[in-house]
């Protein structure tokens, strides 16, 4: 394991340990867990006001030129072609065999420039994969001399257009170039929380002095991962590494909204990405219409025999990743991926893969936690309902 030196840091790294942060290891960074109110009460503030989230150590870069869209849609099951100018989109890397290398965010800037935001722990794999897999095609750039925030929360585009007047006139999964408290910045309307917000992109050296100028606004307090990761489980969205990896393909992930039609198997681009006859053949296995006519080789049908299934617990026992998960006769059926106690809702939820047999809302599943069963029930997500996000 890394220790304290061998750390990356961000540019706000000064900036949490002023604020009195508790700095933990985090996709090769020293970065902050919870302050001194702790996760719960971050977890509220963001619910009902606005917290500000240093996501720094995300990967940052973008795709030039006139084959840029196409090129990159070679490499997702996703509309990337057909995005309009200004738009943004979720998007997933596959691999050969149709597992998920990372999800992301990318926004076409122009036809022949697209943003694209990868996980921290996976941004040297996956420049180094699209590189490899496009790099002829189009110039990857990337941009290690940026920070990256995020404000979320009901409040975040009150505070935001205080100090940018104009920014509150992007929707959702939009953005463009803002000048913010005297700094230029690329902006997003979007987010990880289930709340509205904006991800922000600004060079290092005035990332602190942004960071600053949003933590004096009334309504903004800073966030840590704690926080972060329960809001987005209350939200139903998968974190990579642990709800989703290369063993998981998008369809058994239940992330066959974030494949548009176009790029579906009777779409007008179906296929022509990497791991593209397995996801089609799992899409063809869920599609009650279809299912039943189609032939599928036995390793397609091997990749879509669980599903991604948000629970509940009945009693108020949380439940932990790892967590063996069996149907009432005893059988193990699955495990759970993620699960805490929900701030907002006050009781035990997780997300797990089990048995497509027992995927069915309403299900009753019993988990193991230290021996003893604990009775949960598979519930529709996102746990706490929002506009922005599917889950």
């Known amino acids: 394991m890394s220790t304290e030196t061998e750390l990356l840091k961000t540019p706000l790294y000064d900036l949490h340990v002023t604020l009195g942060a508790r700095m933990v290891p985090f996709a090769g960074y020293s970065m902050p867990v919870q302050y001194p109110t702790g996760l719960v009460a971050e977890h509220h503030h963001t619910r009902q006001h606005a917290g500000l989230f240093d996501v720094s150590h995300m990967g940052q870069l973008r795709l030039l030129g006139a084959d840029a869209a196409a090129a990159f849609e070679t490499l997702m099951p996703v509309d990337v072609i057909d995005l309009p100018v200004g738009k943004q989109r979720y998007g997933l890397l596959t691999n050969e065999g149709g597992g998920i290398i990372d999800d992301l965010m990318f926004f076409k800037v122009a036809d022949d420039e697209i943003f694209v935001i990868v996980n921290g722990a996976c941004k040297a794999n996956d420049i180094a994969h699209i590189q490899k897999h496009i790099g002829q095609r189009c110039k990857v750039e990337t941009f290690p001399t940026h920070g990256l925030l995020a404000l979320q929360g009901p409040q975040a585009v009150t505070v935001l257009q205080r100090l940018c007047p104009g920014v509150e006139k992007l929707v959702f999964m939009t953005g463009g170039r803002f000048n913010i408290a005297g700094t ?5 309307r979007s987010g990880y929380t289930g709340e509205d917000g904006f991800e922000i992109s600004v060079s290092q050296a005035q990332t602190e002095m942004l960071a600053k100028a949003l933590l004096a606004e009334a309504e903004v307090k800073p966030i840590g991962l704690g926080a972060r990761n329960s809001l987005r489980l209350e939200a139903g969205l998968c974190l990579y590494g642990q709800d989703i990896d290369t063993s998981t393909n998008p369809v058994e992930a239940n992330l066959g909204w974030a494949m548009q039609k176009a790029r579906r198997a009777d779409g007008a681009r179906a296929g022509g990405y990497l791991g593209a006859t397995n996801i089609i053949a799992a899409q ?23 599903k991604r299934v948000g629970l509940v617990a009945i009693d108020r026992v949380p439940v932990r990743e790892h967590t063996e998960l069996q149907d009432t ?10 699960g805490l106690l929900s701030p907002t809702l006050d009781k035990p939820i997780a997300m797990g893969y089990v048995n497509v047999a027992d995927a069915s809302i309403g299900t009753r599943i019993n988990a193991l936690v230290r021996g003893k069963v604990v009775v949960m029930e598979v519930a529709a997500m996102p746990f706490v309902p929002n506009k922005y996000f599917r889950g």
Do not use: Y
Not at 184 to 188: E, I, K, L
Not at 329 to 338: F, L, P
């Open 184 to 188: 230029d910045c690329f902006v997003t």
């Open 284 to 306: 063809a296995i869920n599609t009650p219409a279809t299912g039943q006519k189609d032939h599928i080789n036995e390793v397609a049908t091997a990749h879509t025999l669980r």
């Open 329 to 338: 006769s005893g059988n193990r059926i699955g495990e759970v991926t993620s």
